[in-house]
């Protein structure tokens, strides 16, 4: 059965140049794909053009007059830009037009958008942003990244739920285990907030591990890491900062001498293939768990190989229906409530 | 003028087997250094003479009967180890026998006894942990890393107050940069503690630059970088995880071949050279800041050259007077509001 996803034609950093490429290769990877290009119609054919491409019956443009810029507020966006590229994306979503969407756009605005028009699951009370992350055994799925800060406990414990439903939709493995950052250094770990979610959390019905801190991230030690958006924002963004300073030192060091610029030349290859391994642009596509509806947010500085991949993150989570497994998990930890 | 150090013998991972090298590597290299090594006098002894050392004038050994564990809650180990190597040498501090002291023993037991025994510095409310990490233009220091969680907005201007006197004597820079660890998601920004501290440091004397991400921190963009403890721990140690995920990786590449270990060989200088520019052993040390006395914490699991570096920060504290700077910048800002 083909999947319909509407792709928020003018968001993110580099608008069409990056969507259209990204939309031309989801198409040629994914055969059953069809998809929605949402925005200035004049331009998105043009960029079309531009690579040989045409509209056709797997690649539809559909016209939005309005684009939201990555600086608006979130509010604003939501009041004015009724015809934004990113508003009319969700609406075909909402209108059952299409099976997801995706946006490269501003997160916030987004966010906003897509609680209005879609609504949250019944029992969810905030979306969360979801991703996943290499870890040195795989990878992890890590939520909240940035929709919610001073996330109470209950909505901490929402987020366990949702993000093992995640898991287990797109790694095939019904009981991931679930783990919640924090810290090791005070008299009685973390704060309240955290203590209280781990009781929530232990005393349900998921897999759950105990606390984890920021180094087991990457260890791989669970398959969901839960923790409050302000949290997970940080913690996402200062790796991509550290990542990024130690290919600064290695390129330094590379370039020193003519005999490292040699050896460098000759560990290029090794170096690439490890480059891969931990490229960001593997891991782009962080969903928005909580929906009636599945929105994925490509990365604002997303090239079309990253963007290619978000489409791909949104196709996966339709053929799992993951909206619906998120209500599952909820029903399950209703019916062992009832149970006790 | 010599300089006085007490050092814990019997704290972190490894006690004496990396404290006892550790002060004689410090000794080494510090001419007008003298060390006060704290423990079990027969073990730290034996250390010694497995190593060709004796005490002597500038390496004295001071009993202590007790230990405070790694895993012991910071309450119990106050209460109880009132004759551990951690108490007697910051008793040495508070009794003026030694300028500072070092401790390579559970962070927590640390920060209570040091708040204990020598008190806060008057205006301050609560100590915090600093401590230099690298970055792209060279490096930056960060508090808290961990001894306070939900920090409010008061408390987060009060660390920015005590990093900038510690950047400014470590720097000789009297007039560092500041900014605030903020999230870039949230319709306006961050939280309502950070937009308060964003007002309280915006309108002191400081050299504020207003919020920075999660990246930034790593890019140098400020060399003060304010920010909870929770959030800033869960920063450090997720550095930490994609450092060695990175590491792992890398390492797996160069070893999957002839040709790559070949090549890998080669690139081992190379390599080196980039590791010791970001080598975790060249930032162990981090200061508790806002007491009336100075404590330095050495990383629990590092090794005798990093143990040695946790005591030259001690060193150079001492010789900069950073508990009385921090006095120094609370009466510019009384000053500073009295004028108003």
């Known amino acids: 059965m083909s999947i319909t996803i509407a792709l928020d034609g003018m968001g993110g950093d580099h608008g069409p140049a990056v969507v259209v490429p990204g939309a031309l290769r989801a198409l040629e990877r994914l055969p059953d794909l069809r998809l929605i290009l949402v925005g200035d119609t004049r331009v998105l054919g043009r960029e079309l053009a531009a690579r040989g491409a045409a509209p056709g019956p797997r690649l539809r443009l559909h016209h939005a007059s309005q684009e939201v810029a990555m600086d608006e507020l979130p509010s604003v966006a939501l009041r004015t830009k009724k015809d934004s590229s990113m508003r009319v994306a969700v609406n075909l979503v909402k209108e059952g037009e299409a099976d997801a969407c995706v946006s490269a756009g501003n997160t916030g605005a987004l966010m906003a958008i897509a609680r209005f028009v879609l609504k949250t699951l019944p029992g969810i009370d905030r979306p969360a942003i979801c991703s996943a992350l ?142 891969e391994r931990i490229d960001p642009r593997r891991y782009n596509g962080a969903s928005l768990l909580g929906l009636q509806g599945i929105v994925v947010k490509s990365h604002g500085s997303a090239d079309s190989v990253a963007f290619a991949r978000a489409v791909e993150v949104a196709v996966q989570e339709v053929r799992q229906a993951v909206p619906r497994r998120i209500s599952r998990q909820l029903e399950s930890l209703l019916a062992a409530k009832e149970a006790v």
Request: glycine fraction near 10%; aromatic fraction near 8%.
């Open 134 to 275: 290499p870890t040195v055994r795989g990878h992890t799925h890590v939520l909240d990244l940035g929709a919610n800060v001073d996330s109470c406990a209950e909505t901490l414990f929402q987020f366990a739920l949702m993000g093992v439903a995640l898991a287990a939709a797109v790694e095939g493995n019904e009981r991931p285990t679930v783990g919640l950052l924090n810290i090791g250094v005070e008299e009685i770990k973390g704060n309240e907030r955290v203590r209280e979610a781990a009781r929530l959390i232990a005393s349900s019905h998921l897999n759950y591990i105990g606390f984890v801190e920021g180094d087991d991230v990457y260890e791989g030690v669970a398959d969901v890491v839960v923790c409050d958006g302000f949290v997970g924002n940080v913690a996402l963004k200062t790796s991509e900062g550290v990542a990024r300073m130690i290919r600064h030192y290695m390129e330094r060091e590379f370039r020193r001498s003519p005999w490292s610029r040699l050896v460098g030349l000759m560990a290029r290859p090794i170096l690439r293939a490890f480059g």
